[in-house]
């Protein structure tokens, strides 16, 4: 696989609709994107041979989810920030087969709706249980509400 | 008109739960559709009450076969985060037991492949050979299943006699050089059973992403070892194993060499284990504010983690993404056109792990 240099990927990067500056640290590449196209960006991704890993979901306190797309394109790993609005996003699944499982676990636990997603169903949600079960603090949070 | 037969969540032909529902017209399959979550235990959520030690144990019962690999990735997305350098001796035990664990996933799943084929005297072989790495891995940790060998700055346990454990390899070698690879490589009765089976082209893994064995039978070379080098991978000098064909025998000859590849890894990682402590430090570790990523190549392939610190003694944040998570979903495209009687080995040879995808 040629792999783009870090300058040529920040400038395709730069290219889609509501990116940021892209920042390094730790092992890989990170973007703090709030409005980012998440479609366009697949697009994008896709086109430069960067495989989708996985899309991380957390509960934020104001009712939305911070989604991180991760995505690793030979020895470099891409992290993109964004969050929902309206507890909805886009769905990235019609431009990247491995998404529509990510996103429909999401929506499981933490009831992000991926509009266009052509089957948002439960995937590994016990019955019993609400979607969005998983909405609630970690870290110090997590000790305060115990306590 | 299709017609469909379920195949579990409960079935003989399935070694873990999770359900098949397979469309048919005559003997022919038309589509696949699965259903998952059977085993969910929500170990993500359980994760961000607990703190960084109790997480250790708890994402070591992700999965029974892959557990060094799940503390492994989870200690190095701590340690990412907190800036610590994990002493070279213990970089390199993490290596020898984490392809101990691979060769203990392969050898597991060959004994299954084969029971599946119908070749039940080669399960019986590969069996005997994996009861010599369980005992490698018990020598060495303790434990048959969960080792318990990996803590926040490096590992818990030494290897106090590299030659001891250099001999049981070496009995090892010599079963799977002798029986294994040639009964999954060469024999007849092997290749007529599942040459042509179950393709999966190169396009198709890339639109799927699929990771580790299953990407590697279809020629898309991709392997943590190599594409993001962790543990000793760098020093060690890992090949990489590749096959084109893309259907269940390249799957079955990409484990089977790999296994071969694990045992000179080990036999070289124990033959240059330097010298030196176990652990950057002592004591409980303290996790500073930040993120990271972290990626190992388990048995099954890519495993990856992100971690979140807020600064206190528990994480924020836990994602745990398994291979079997995202190598699942392709048997869609794996099973349209294939015969109905070459589904439970078509599944069986993407060993599916469901603690792993369900969590």
Known sequence: MNEPNENALAVRLAEIPGAALLEAHGHGLWMTAPHIDVQHMARTMVSLGCRLSTMSGTARENGETEVIYHYSLGRT??????????????????????????????????????????????????????????????????????? | MPYTIPIGPYHP???????????????????????????????????????????????????????????????TAAEEIAGIRVPDRARYIRAIIAELERLHSHLLWAGIGAEDMGFQTLFMEVFAVREKVMDLLEAISGNRVHYEMNCIGGVNRDITDPEAILAGVKQMRAGIERDIVPSFMKSDTTRARIAGVGILTREQALQWGVVGPVARASGVATDVRSDHPYAAYEELGFKIVTRTEGDVRARIMVRAMEMLESIRLIEKALRELPNGSLRAFEGVPTIPVGESTARSEAPRGEIFYYLCSDGSDTPTRVKIRTPSFVNLPALEAMSVGQQLADMPLIQASIDPCMSCTDR
């Open chain 1, 77 to 147: 790993s891409l992290n993109i920030r964004t969050h929902t609005h309206g507890g909805t996003l886009p769905s990235i699944s019609a431009l990247e087969r491995s998404a529509s499982w990510i996103e429909r676990e999401i929506h499981d636990l933490y009831a992000v709706t991926f509009v266009g997603h052509p089957n948002l169903e439960r995937l590994i949600r016990p019955p019993q249980l609400e979607e969005g079960f998983c909405r609630e603090p970690g870290g110090a949070g997590a000790k305060e509400a115990k306590a």
């Open chain 2, 13 to 75: 032909a399935l070694e873990e739960p999770y359900k098949l529902s397979v469309s048919c017209i005559g003997e022919t399959v038309q589509s696949v559709r699965l259903d998952i979550g059977f085993s969910f235990r929500a170990i993500e959520l359980l994760a961000q009450r607990r703190n960084y030690i109790q997480d250790i144990i708890l994402v070591e019962r992700v999965c029974g076969i892959c557990s060094h690999v799940h503390t492994l990735t989870f200690c």
